[in-house]
């Protein structure tokens, strides 16, 4: 059974871990990553919400045929977004100490 000291632990131990995610969610926010494609042709930035930023399209990509620079742009954000997407599992498991098992949890990245 369980005492009331063990109960107090407990929660004690859930309010601090939920703080410690809260200060990772607010980090993820100021975080930033880019992406590119085409050897540089098109760069991203997304941050650690994987919300874009920023899109850089070379001049050089502009002269290219739309469906590739349509590709190329696709790319680029998909490079991102994933790279930011890692880094927010990864800062996310190192605070619950990845009790999570690497749940992708809504809002969490």
């Known amino acids: 059974?369980?005492?009331?000291?063990?109960?107090?632990?407990?929660?004690?131990?859930?309010?601090?871990?939920?703080?410690?995610?809260?200060?990772?969610?607010?980090?993820?926010?100021?975080?930033?990553?880019?992406?590119?494609s085409g050897g540089g042709m098109v760069k991203v930035v997304v941050n650690g919400k994987q919300q874009l930023l920023e899109l850089t399209i070379d001049q050089d990509a502009i002269k290219e045929d739309k469906e590739l620079l349509e590709d190329l742009i696709i790319s680029a954000v998909n490079n991102a977004l994933t790279k930011s997407l890692e880094e927010s599992q990864n800062r996310m498991n190192a605070v619950t100490g990845n009790m999570l098992g690497g749940m992708n949890i809504p809002g969490l990245g």
Request: hydrophobic share 35%.
């Open 1 to 36: 059974m369980f005492n009331k000291g063990n109960m107090t632990q407990l929660l004690k131990q859930a309010r601090d871990v939920q703080k410690k995610i809260e200060e990772v969610q607010n980090e993820l926010d100021d975080l930033t990553i880019e992406g590119d």
